[in-house]
């Protein structure tokens, strides 16, 4: 495959003197640059079907389309903001202009992260970028260290997940644009925040999506659940893959961004010696360097795979870390009995230890739901290799009526859930809400301008439940109600049992960030054990240097004794405790969760 050389900047680059466009269409024989209010220009071709144009004398803002082969108006493939949405104009951006404070923000080491995933459009009553900075100090008292924001990347409409993005360099104009961006960026660092952003590299979304006239983005050779794959391998892939891989260095350089979460890389299909996501991890890294600060390339992925995270030197991928969904499913049965769809794989109680202390819960065992074996050997990792969490978008919103963990689990499986989380050793992500309680859903939106679309997709969801056997009326995601049940009401945390819930992760993150024995290191010293009933869960976690600590879980509903204590064991937090809304009960009550301190 032809070698595209060193980073390029696409799209409109503004300088003092004028601004440079630049795009890739190998499928138009002409090219022109459409600014208002000026006649269209025609652009240079160059031998690999880049096209280029120097215009003098314009400002930032100036709106601009290209033209191709003389007959249809598009915007930039490549537009750093989309004012008018996804099929309007694009606009010029300094991205000079603006004035960064965070020079002494040195970001945070994979060890040390505790991530927090959001929505823009639902967290807060605005749905903006700049309304989420007043909040920042309350993440930070809660113990979080980094944001993750789910998928900005302009997409139709107002309403949406962030997964039909299809202007991948231009952040949402209903959030702010890339001024908005740029300020939460900027106020997260301020407050010691890292930001990573959910990106989306295995499909585009299906409105507002020109790139197949300007190029051969996608290709039949492959499928994904949403469409098109990408060509990352195929006839004139080096033009693909320089969009893709300059798409992860524009969010680490211009937006100063500390990590990208590469959502679903199971749909990114790439037989080229050097995989796609070795090149964007290796872009990205080199961006994040010339800023002095460290980026994590996070995957989503339902392989199992741990070359996902192994150096390329010993034949991996070469990312940082990886989603594993095992721990939440299995924590997930435990806690609701569900066995519909994936959850069918997790009845073992058995699962729930091995997820907990190792990574996976499949490393090679047959898996009923993919009708496959699955799964690699994963004990031997680090526990900074992997993400896992009790809620996050996809479990939440991929639920029938989206509803919470705190609204279908009792208020003490809940707390259980938690306490399993921050004990684990991996690094844990909280989604938006769980720290309090939250009772609003999240549930799927859209707002797609295309009527059909829009139906096509209420048809499509009600389907898809099907196989989860979840009974009842589907939300129509197009209906703006379904956006509004899914904003969070941040009052809630001030109410009883939610203030005592967010009392309860806010010492449990602190006892992670201070205790030797806790955090993701370590992950070859944790041990999980459960009793012969499958009733009992117990975690071992020693420290290299000073005490360990034991865990004691009770995964039933009824009341059962709980271990013998050694006299010199302290008591470090109890999810029963009054101080959490709990009883104060001495014995383990259902789903009672009790994290002792033991002497080294």
């Known amino acids: ?177 890339p001024r908005g961006l740029r300020r939460l960026v900027d106020a997260c660092h301020g407050q010691g925040l890292s930001v990573i952003l959910d990106v989306v590299y295995n499909h585009l979304g299906p409105e507002g999506n020109y790139l197949g006239e300007f190029g051969p983005f996608f290709t039949d050779r492959y499928r994904t659940p949403w469409g098109g794959a990408l060509n990352f391998d195929g006839p004139d892939a080096a033009g693909v893959r320089r969009h893709f891989v300059e798409n992860a260095r524009a969010w680490i350089r211009d937006f100063h961004l500390d990590g990208l979460r590469l959502d679903a890389i199971h749909a990114i299909f790439d037989a080229s010696p050097v995989h796609i996501l070795t090149d964007i991890a290796t872009a990205a890294r080199e961006e994040a360097h010339a800023l002095g600060r460290p980026v994590h390339l996070m995957a989503e992925s339902h392989d199992n795979d741990r070359r996902i995270v192994l150096p390329v030197a010993e034949g991996g ?91 279908i689990a009792s208020f003490e499986g809940v707390k259980l859930a938690a306490g399993l989380l921050l004990a684990a050793p991996a690094i844990p992500l909280l989604f938006m809400g769980e720290e309090y309680g939250e009772t609003a859903p999240f549930q799927f939106f859209t707002s797609f301008l295309d009527r059909g679309l829009a139906e096509a997709v209420r048809k499509g969801r009600t389907e898809e439940f099907t196989r989860f056997a979840w009974q009842g009326t589907i939300p129509d995601p197009g209906e703006p109600a379904t956006f509004v049940r899914s904003r969070l009401n941040h009052s809630l945390a001030g109410a009883p049992r939610h203030r005592e819930l967010y009392q309860y992760y806010q010492q449990w993150l602190e006892l992670r960030r201070r205790h030797p024995a806790l955090g993701p290191r370590g992950k070859d010293r944790a041990r999980a054990t459960l009793d012969a009933k499958g009733t009992l869960l117990a975690l071992a976690r020693d420290a290299a240097s000073g005490p360990g600590v034991r865990l004691f879980a009770n995964l039933t509903k009824e009341s059962r004794p709980g271990p013998a204590i050694p006299a010199d064991w302290r008591v470090l937090i109890d999810s029963d405790d009054r101080r959490f809304a709990g009883h104060g009960r001495p014995a383990l009550a259902p789903y009672q969760l009790i994290l002792y301190e033991a002497p080294a």
């Not at 595209?4 to 499928?27: K, Q």
């Not at 108006?73 to 004035?99: C, I, K, L, M, N």
């Not at 749905?127 to 930070?140: C, N, R, W």
Request: proline share 5%; aromatic share 12%; hydrophobic share 35%.
């Open 317 to 407: 991928v070469g990312l940082d870390a990886v989603w594993s969904d095992d721990f939440h499913h299995a924590v997930h049965v435990q806690l609701t009995g569900e066995r519909g769809g994936y959850y069918v794989d997790f009845a073992e109680p058995s699962r729930l230890t091995t997820a907990l202390s190792e990574g996976f819960a499949f490393q090679g065992e047959y898996s009923e739901y993919f009708g496959r074996d699955r799964g690699t050997p994963s004990a031997d990792l680090p526990g900074e290799r992997f993400v896992i969490c009790v809620q996050n978008h996809d479990q939440v919103g991929n639920r029938a009526l989206g509803d919470r963990l705190s609204t």
């Open 1 to 177: 495959m032809k070698s595209l050389g060193a980073s390029l900047h696409l799209g409109a680059t503004f300088r003092d003197e004028g601004v440079t466009f630049r795009v890739w269409a190998p499928r138009c024989r002409t090219l022109d640059v459409a600014i208002e209010g000026r006649r269209p220009l025609a652009m240079g071709r160059q031998d690999d079907g880049l096209f280029e144009a120097a215009v003098s004398g314009l400002l930032p803002g100036t709106r601009y389309q290209f033209r191709l082969d003389g007959e249809r108006y598009r915007p930039d493939p490549t537009s750093r903001f989309q004012p008018e949405g996804v099929h309007g104009p694009s606009a010029v951006v300094d991205a000079a202009a603006y004035s960064w404070t965070d020079q002494s923000f040195t970001g945070h080491g994979a060890s040390d992260l505790v991530i927090y995933e959001l929505h823009v459009g639902t967290f807060t009553r605005t749905g903006t970028f700049e309304a989420i900075v007043p909040h920042l100090t309350d993440l930070v008292g809660l113990g979080v260290t980094a944001i993750e924001l789910m998928p900005v990347a302009e997409f139709p409409g107002s309403r949406n997940w962030g997964y039909d993005g299809v202007h991948l360099f231009a952040p949402q104009s209903t959030y702010g644009g």
